[in-house]
């Protein structure tokens, strides 16, 4: 399958470098609005370099894969669906939640399959915690738990177009409670603080939050972020179950543990999501089949909608 | 120093074995409707058995200890104070706020010691982590996360009687909670559902909740309970600093690891808080001094409103 | 039970303290050559003071424990066989296999119960493991590996008499093999070195040591001592099996764990056999019966018999 | 730099997979006695199929990796040293030390890179644990111990021919031994059973094996192998330093834990150490320079000496 590469910047790169590793995919054109950013990952993939437009309408490219800005997702998302391509974008899909469900319309009436970069769920942990809970091992889902904590806050211009931490960062556990709760939520409530950096909070944002969720069979979801972890990137997942628990730890840089006089030591948790000790598989992706009536019914209630009232 | 046990139930014989260990205080009395209870610790403690009156006025008493029914609390607080007893009374102290708050002003005009069965704080590990963050080890505290899970819920005839989960179960926690933020919650939020035991939602109670407080200069705590974990008594404590973070993990009944082809498990946490193998003064208590102005100013946000908006 | 109690030093006092924690045993006399240290315990113990002799003789007393030096165990043993005592007497029992083994005669010809201070078969760790062992958890016994450190060297007067490091600290590693072996072993090989402390080579004994016994079926344990640890008094043992494998961790000090950017610190060891935190009941002990000829055949390969050889 | 492989069996596969993850090498030729086999490898590298002796002679080839049976390995070493190319060897060199030193001449006459298969030294919690070692994180070393074990027994065919348990598993640790002692070892004790598999005892290998070491300073080194472990690929090393100690433990299949009735239960260890989620670099290599002189006089106490005691 050959793809074209929307977006030649940070995050596009890690996904040439993961389309990379796989046998069946290739890059076969790249676009950016920066030529030099362009040429120099078309020179690394052997790829053409194209206007975003002549790529999604090239007969060459089966999918687009979409790392741009979040402002330009909406129009490319469309175009790609008029071009009948298969689409990958990134998160998150847009700003507006009516925007979105607009896109997913697009997306149905296309028949496209589209797919949006909710990683976690591929982290092998995570991952097994989900099909363990499918398999019954723990009973009915009870309460599930999410520590998230990044290793430090990004830098205030990319904040001040982030769509502000619900979006840009608890999103991925929002994703992860729908994920292991096998119910959509039907209340939201949520805090917010700026603590770590107090521009943070002069630019609107907050760099601390906490989400609880509530389910209609009344199960429980309780989420807390802090852009700061001194001790690594912190991916925490519990889930409580009517018979028993599951839950994940951290990936730690190794498993050398040293005992002295103030104890026993381990190593810090792995730094980011993109560490080169990562199994390059965690942050892979695959094609998803055209979205069912069932997915349709449940989208008003849109991951996008969380965390809007804090 | 004299003691006066007022109540020979359940709580009021674990506080009899607390103060059987401690050298400088005694029982020397007893009180309890039930003659034979009362006669029974008596015994064991070579104590005198006296009607509860009595033994508030008996000059051999220098405190009491109150392990009756909660609706008893009250009456028993103001009459110790008349009599300028020390007083250590059991959680929850009464159902009412209102109630609570006299009781508080009653202590202070009266000036006698006072002190309620918060026997966590007590817990080496968490008043571990509550001593590193008082020395500073972890900057300041951002986020409090609270589990607690019990290891079976109580009978449907004590749950008739508990106040709720709120009041019974989660008060230690909401206990905790404001002694690790280092300041007073000024938000509430709680949800509860009934997933444990459709009988417990019958009788009017909820038997699993989540809990978030804010302080007003933003930090967060999230607590969740549930009144069943397969796996013992779960109770730990996570705390997000400004620098770094400190969490307890359960004391689990042994050291032993068995691998196998399943993998390396290790065995449940130790089963209740007077387990024979924990250390007995994580049970102990002593007499705090006469309640401050300031945390007599502090009182209107007492422990008992939380948990009343479920 | 009344317990008459010879040598009222430290492990007097251990063991003085251990009694105090049973209810159906006493003290019922004490003697030591010093009559301060006697009168002290007797004043704490509500016991009588005696000249060993008399002790030894008293009908108020049913059994004697034997916590004076080494080199008197054997008259002390003697003496009590014939006044038909039971007797447990502390390790090492004698310097000489052969002084053991007419202790042993002594023993069987008298018929009373006897019982040395192998307390580590009574750690609940340890003893699940034989425990779980026995009930085939495991299969057959293959590999045993024991890893023991002593916080820091007794002092250089202690070495001086102790009957150096395999007498006086492995001799309960040497136990715990033949507890967990489930066979004698039939081969022996130890290496002993002065790395801790110059003076302690000075003194003709050794710091850091090492045996590997094997067994008639070929079951192997290999053994490791240091008479220091900066981390705490360190205990572990691993059993491999022909089905799985059990090992025992320390006990912790806490279980709260600090993330920064060093890593994760959990608290050091518990400090030592007698810390304040270990349930009494580990040091507790009882009286066997009577050995049998079965025993009595295994005795000429005696524990005391190890580490003769380096 | 060009590669010729000889040998395109099970362990010239896995080199060949490491190579072609590193960008500055390739495969230019292969060589087996199997034409079919060469041929399918040499399909997958897109190397030539050459002769041994053509692809040694080949200038096309810098250095050559040898993964042939091990009683070739002699010829091939010296056929390579004579044609000046850098060399790597699949351990063991040969099942006669005197064979190997042999070798170790021709090198040095030669004056060529020369390394042999000791990856475990490019574990990264093995190497970290020395390079921590060497910064004297832990003072002077005083015992390492080593577990190792197989999940399961090779093949009896494969035993046949392996060299038996210490040259052709345990020469692993022997090496890990030396690059953690600092310290060449002075004494060696080696027991073994056959205790996992009667054939591999009738075959006269064992399956069970116990080696202490004993370097001149009085370091010691116990070592334990296994053939067989339920729970995975057992490696697990710790050194006990004058001031601290380090340990490794066992990569998990991943870090979810299940609580239960019985306990919590972690995965077990990954499978085997070309487990596709261990990182490609622990398996890689690099041409070590010429040996110096220091090293050649300490080659008479070869690695391969060990063992051959037993």
Redesign the interface.
């Given at each position: 399958m050959k793809i074209g590469l929307l977006g030649c910047g940070r995050i596009g790169r890690v996904h040439a470098r993961s389309v990379g590793q796989l046998d069946s995919v290739a890059i076969a054109a790249v676009a950016d609005t920066s030529a030099a950013s362009a040429q120099e990952l078309a020179g690394e993939t052997d790829a053409q370099v194209m206007s975003a437009a002549a790529l999604i309408a090239s007969p060459e490219v089966d999918a687009v894969l979409i790392g741009t800005p979040t402002n330009t997702h909406y129009d490319l998302i469309h175009a790609a669906c008029k071009a009948r391509k298969a689409i990958f974008c990134e998160k998150p899909i847009d700003m507006s939640a009516d925007r979105i469900r607009d896109c997913v319309w697009a997306v149905e009436d296309a028949g496209v399959p589209f797919m949006t970069a909710f990683n976690r769920r591929f982290d092998?942990?995570f991952s097994?915690?989900q099909s363990?809970i499918t398999r019954g091992?723990?009973g009915?889902v009870?309460?599930v738990?999410i520590?998230s904590?990044d290793p430090a806050p990004p830098s205030l211009e990319y904040i001040a177009t982030s769509g502000g931490l619900f979006r840009d960062m608890m999103i991925h556990d929002l994703d992860m409670a729908r994920f292991l709760l096998g119910e959509e939520p039907t209340?939201v409530?949520a805090?917010g603080?700026?603590?770590?950096d107090p521009e943070i909070g002069n630019a609107g944002d907050i760099d601390?939050?906490?989400v609880?969720l509530?389910t209609a069979t009344?199960?429980?979801c309780?989420i807390?972020n802090?852009r700061?972890?001194?001790?690594g990137y912190?991916q925490r997942i519990?889930v409580?179950g009517?018979?028993?628990?599951?839950?994940?730890?951290?990936?730690?840089?190794?498993?050398?543990?040293?005992?002295?006089?103030?104890?026993?030591?381990?190593?810090?948790?792995q730094h980011f999501f993109w560490s080169?000790?990562r199994?390059p598989t965690a942050l892979g992706w695959r094609i998803l089949p055209k979205p069912s009536q069932a997915v349709r019914n449940r989208l008003p209630i849109s991951t996008m909608d969380y965390g809007l009232k804090c």
């Open positions: 092998p942990n097994q915690i363990r091992e723990i009915s009870e309460i738990t520590l904590r209340s409530f805090v603080s700026s603590l770590v601390t939050g906490a609880t509530t009344g199960k429980i309780q807390s802090s700061r972890a001194t001790y912190d519990e409580h009517s018979k028993d628990m599951l839950r994940a730890e951290n990936v730690l840089e190794n498993t050398v543990e040293m005992a002295s006089a103030s104890g026993f030591r381990k190593a810090p948790a080169a000790t199994p």
